[in-house]
C-alpha cells in the first residue's frame, strides 16, 4: 500500500488547475457586509437611503457606458446581428434587469420628498450623476474597468470558449471514439498474428503522451532511448467523412526498466497538442508560451473529464501527463520512460488480484475488512 500511494503521489504531482470556484464572490460578499457594518455604526447618515441612492447613481453611470458599447455594435448589425435588439441584448446584461427596476422603484419610493438623507435631491442627483459618469467614463478610456486576464480565463472555462475545449472534443469525436471501443478486438486479432501477447490484459488501452510544453516527437526512440518500437496492430478501417476505409493505426512500443526488461504498451501523443505548439511558434496566431501552457493543460482536463464520462471508451484508455522535465537538451534522458512505466505499474497494482491459495489463513477478520453487504464494494474501500 506504501508504495501504491508513493506512485499516485508521483503520478499527479504535476500542476493541474483546478476548475475555478466562487472564492471572489464570497470575497466580495464579505466586503459588502463589512462595508454595511461600518455604514450601519454611523448615526449621520440614513443609510438604507444611502445605499438605494447610490446604487441608482452608479448603475445610471455604468448603464451610460452600456449605451456608449451598443452604438459601437449597431455599426455591426448587418454582419454580426440579426436586427437591434440582438445587438442591445449583446450590449446590455439585460438578465439583470429585474434587479435594476427594483433599484428603480425603491429610488421612486426613497425620493418622494425630494430629501436623501438629509441632502437636497434636486441638487444632488445631477452633480452625484454627473460625477459617476465621469468617473465610470475615465476608467473605461484609460483601461481600468477592462477585463483581467483572470477574468477572461474565468469566463472561457465556463462557457468552453478556449481553444482546448474544441482541440479536445476534436480529438475524441474523430480519433478516440473510433479507436478505442475496437482496441481489445485489434489486441486479439494482434495476438492470433503474431502469438504474442504484451504483457497482461490490464495493458490492453491506449497510453496517451500528454506533454505540458506540447513538444511532439514522431520518433519516441530520440526521446528516450528505452522506449522502442515493437510493432504495429492490424489497422482499424472506417468510411468516415467520404472517405472510404479511412484507416487508423496504432503503435505497440516496449519500455526497458533499469534491469532491461521489457515491458510492453500502446503508445502515443496527442497530436492536438502540436496545434497547439504550432500556433505559439505562429506570429499570426497571437498565442504566446503561457497560453500554451494554460490551454495544454485544459486540453488534459477537458479530454480526461470527456473520456471518463465516456462508456464507449471505459477502460481503454490511460492519460500520461508530464510538465517540461523533457527539454531538447535532455533527448537521451530516461524521463519519459520511467513516467510511463510508473502508470504501468499502477495499472497493474489496481488490477491485479491474488490467487485464493496465495491467501494468508492466518489473517484476522478485521485484516480481511469482510464486509457485511452482499453488494459489490469499489476497490477504494481497501485504503479506509
Not at 500542476?15 to 454611523?42: E, K, Y
Not at 440582438?86 to 422603484?105: P, T
Not at 477592462?146 to 474523430?174: M, Q, R
Request: aromatic residues 12%; proline residues 4%.
Amino acid at each position: 500500500m506504501a508504495i501504491q500511494m508513493a506512485l499516485l503521489s508521483q503520478l499527479f504531482a504535476e500542476d493541474i488547475p483546478l476548475p475555478r470556484g466562487n472564492a471572489a464572490n464570497w470575497a466580495s460578499i464579505i466586503v459588502m457586509f463589512a462595508s454595511l457594518t461600518c455604514l450601519l455604526c454611523s448615526t449621520e447618515v440614513n443609510t438604507a437611503q444611502q445605499i438605494i441612492f447610490h446604487l441608482f447613481v452608479s448603475l445610471l453611470a455604468g448603464s451610460m457606458l452600456r449605451l456608449c458599447e451598443f452604438l459601437e455594435e449597431c455599426r455591426h448589425i448587418p454582419s454580426r446581428y440579426k436586427n437591434a435588439w440582438e445587438a442591445l441584448k449583446a450590449s446590455f446584461n439585460l438578465k439583470r434587469l429585474g434587479c435594476g427596476i427594483i433599484i428603480l422603484i425603491l429610488f421612486y419610493y426613497i425620493v418622494h420628498d425630494s430629501k436623501i438623507g438629509g441632502i437636497d435631491f434636486s441638487s444632488s442627483l445631477a452633480m452625484q450623476l454627473n460625477l459617476c459618469c465621469f468617473c465610470y467614463a475615465f476608467l473605461k478610456v484609460f483601461g481600468f474597468l477592462d477585463l483581467t486576464p483572470a477574468e477572461i480565463s474565468e469566463i472561457c472555462e465556463k462557457n468552453k470558449f478556449n481553444v482546448a475545449h474544441g482541440l479536445a472534443w476534436s480529438y475524441y469525436i474523430g480519433y478516440l471514439k473510433l479507436v478505442l471501443p475496437n482496441l481489445e478486438e485489434r489486441m486479439k486479432e494482434y495476438q492470433c498474428s503474431v502469438k504474442y501477447v504484451p504483457d497482461c490484459k490490464e495493458n490492453w488501452k491506449l497510453y496517451i503522451l500528454i506533454p505540458f510544453n506540447c513538444k511532439i516527437y514522431d520518433k519516441l526512440e530520440k526521446v528516450d532511448s528505452r522506449i522502442q518500437f515493437f510493432g504495429n496492430l492490424p489497422e482499424l478501417c472506417i468510411d468516415r467523412a467520404g472517405i472510404k476505409g479511412r484507416s487508423y493505426k496504432n503503435s505497440i512500443y516496449a519500455i526497458k526498466d533499469q534491469k532491461e526488461r521489457p515491458h510492453h504498451c500502446i503508445l502515443e501523443y496527442a497530436t492536438p497538442l502540436q496545434s497547439l505548439f504550432e500556433m505559439s511558434n505562429d506570429a499570426t496566431a497571437a498565442f504566446s508560451k503561457e497560453q500554451r501552457l494554460e490551454q495544454a493543460k485544459l486540453f488534459y482536463i477537458t479530454l480526461e473529464n470527456i473520456l471518463n464520462n465516456s462508456q464507449e471508451c471505459a477502460g481503454y484508455f490511460k492519460l500520461i501527463p508530464y510538465g517540461d522535465d523533457l527539454e531538447e537538451g535532455n533527448m537521451g534522458s530516461e524521463f519519459l520512460s520511467s513516467k510511463i512505466l510508473q502508470h504501468l505499474a499502477q495499472e497493474r497494482m489496481e488490477y491485479t488480484v491474488p490467487e485464493q491459495s496465495s491467501w494468508d489463513e492466518t489473517l484476522t477478520e478485521d485484516q480481511l475488512m469482510i464486509s457485511g453487504s452482499e453488494d459489490p464494494q469499489p476497490l477504494q474501500s481497501i485504503n479506509h
